[in-house]
């Protein structure tokens, strides 16, 4: 996209964008300094007092707001008059920031992240608080923005949506959040959630018909707006012979091909994604919690909330802006402003749990493959199959069945006895075994960051490998 | 004298198309909700908070408004595109150089991205308020359907352009299918399918070849994957979209607080 272009005609381009961008941001921050004004919402956060005079100003959100804009339409100023490349993070942050993250940083950050803001979230979702966060972010974005590296990555066409849906999830999910923390607090009092205040009826003609009709038109405009600003990319004739790297499909699967990372396809590709929709499903049959049905709400089903925004979130929602922003040529890991050179390489010594344990613990080589003449033609693969697996891939196999049939009787008895009771037998295996194989994933994650782990159980002749 | 807008307000034609005076006063508002076709979607009247945005985001109504702008422009389009490897790419060069009303192209390609996000969004909240819990256990399980449906849709359409980025894209995309346990020539058990020694599961018989119709992505997929994309998934989306807003009603309209 920037190919062929010098420096000064890249910061160009770059600032034909990042003009508008920062005055939209400017006009953001002063409508909502306007707003806090209007709606008598202003409070003061500390006086500020002006030498000589000896009096104070109060400096309350709004001017704070206010000033914040104001900062915003100097970048647009300095970005608008072909000084982009000031308005960036200076390169050795930019290379600090390349040389620290890799898959592990980013899965265990992203995780880390979310804990903080689960648990912090009574201080997260003031709007003070949220606002500025808000800010950062678009700020972060516009400082980037200068950098060709990360420019031509957020920037193509097809991979401005992930941009859209990353803001889009901040914000719902402050919505959400906000909503939840304050309902916590109204049950707590004994009073109702805010859902319940807005009890009262009323008609849908005009009330909701006309949000509808405005909803639509407002949509369209963004449409037409959207299709106007963005091209739709078209690369050249599709050709057999001339294979892209990295080759990949679709952002939204991303997560899933992300996966493959540390799955064989059958089970990134097929087995996982059957049991996220199977699991998606089961949800409002395994959840028997009556609870916080109809309003925002985290304290009355914190286990359901817990487990299904590590799912959203975590699981799927990083693993695609991870597989489409930071995955380039041969799948490698490339840090936001790092240049996606196809000839990185990157040593891959994966080792098998069957090779750990035969050749390096007891020092002799795999067992072999018994032969099984004597068994008929349709019978000996599955005799082979299983002889190898109960044989050479013993200890995967031990472990594998340990975690899959051993563990959910344990978790029922020691660990959730009350969900146990409550939910009965067959809803809590369902559940159990649903959570174990989303579990599996950081396990696989973890294991091989550790250990360099490569399958627990791998029987390549028959593409089997776990 | 009567206005021209009372002309035409008490014409034959205006009252027989529709069927209830204007929606001016509280009676004729209601009548307004019975009687017309499109709005009888709706209850009549409806709880505050079913229709603030804080609560519903209006996700799933952008998802719908989303699906009719494809539905419109993607019918469009098709007046433009042949789905065969001889056409389709210049097709769309066409599209993007020639005809001024190119612009469908994108406006139906940033809206079925757009459509993915929002169904996802919907599901986000339908599930932070909990409105999967009973009456509505069977609307959500429509509702993954849906969601199944929309990326299927999205990826169908992703093939068309027939461009690298479209052929590489289905071609990683459905590579998974050839592990699919027993039913992939390269997945776990495909060895235990056999007939007299004769593998049954080969490049030619498994479920990637059933997903392209060939062993590779070539002319018989474009020509199924077009298929699926423009009639088939788009119909079994609006039937299940009809169960979906039916059942919002049966099981007592938007959820809320008991
Ligand atoms: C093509 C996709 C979809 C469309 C067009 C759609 C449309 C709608 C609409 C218009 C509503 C009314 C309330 C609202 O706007 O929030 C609704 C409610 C609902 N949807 Fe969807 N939906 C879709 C997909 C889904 C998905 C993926 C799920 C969940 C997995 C889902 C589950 C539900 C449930 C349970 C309700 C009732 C919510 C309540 O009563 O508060 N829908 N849907």
Redesign the pocket.
Known sequence: MTHGLTEAQFLEMAASFLGPFYIALAAMNGLAAFYLWRTNQMKTWFKLPIPFVGKSVNVTNALVWLAVGIVFAILAAVAGSGLASWASLPESWREAINKGTGPVIYSVGTSVGLVVLYFCRGFFVRPAVAWSIWNLMWLFLGLSMTDRDFYEIVAKPDNVPIVMLVFLLAFFTWLATSRAVENDKRIENGEPPLEKLDNEKVLVWPDLVYIELICMIALTAFLIFWAIALPAPLEEAASSVKTPNPSKAPWYFLGLQEMLVYYDPWMAGVVLPSLIVAG?MAIPYIDFNKKGNGYYTIKERRFSYAVFQFGFLEMWVTLIVLGTLLRGPNWNFFGPYEHWDAHKVEALNNVNLAEYFWERGLGMSLPATPELLWLSDLLRPFGQFFSILFGRELPGTLLVLGYFVALPPILAVFVMPGFYKRMGFLRFMVLANLMLFMASLPIKMVLRWVFNLKYLISIPEFFFNF | MPGLGEIIRESQIWKSIFRHPMPLDRRNRIVVMLTNFFLHLHPVSIKKQGIALSY?W????V??FL?LVETVTGVLLMFYYRPTVEWAYTDIQMLRDVHSLGILREIHRWGAHAMVIT?WL??Y??FL?G??KPP?EF??VI??F??LL?LLLSFTGYLLPWDQLAVWAITVGSNMARATPILGHEGPGQQLLTLGGVDMITNASDARFALLGAREVGEETLNRFYILHCIAIPLA?ALL?AI??WR?RK?GG??GPL
């Not at chain 2, 209006?58 to 109504?61: A, F």
């Open positions: 998606l | 519903t209006c996700m799933g109504g998802t719908f699906f169904v919907h599901m909240r339908v308020t409105s999967y509505r609307n959500w509702g993954v849906l969601l929309t989306v979209l979906h807003f919002v099981d938007i959820s």
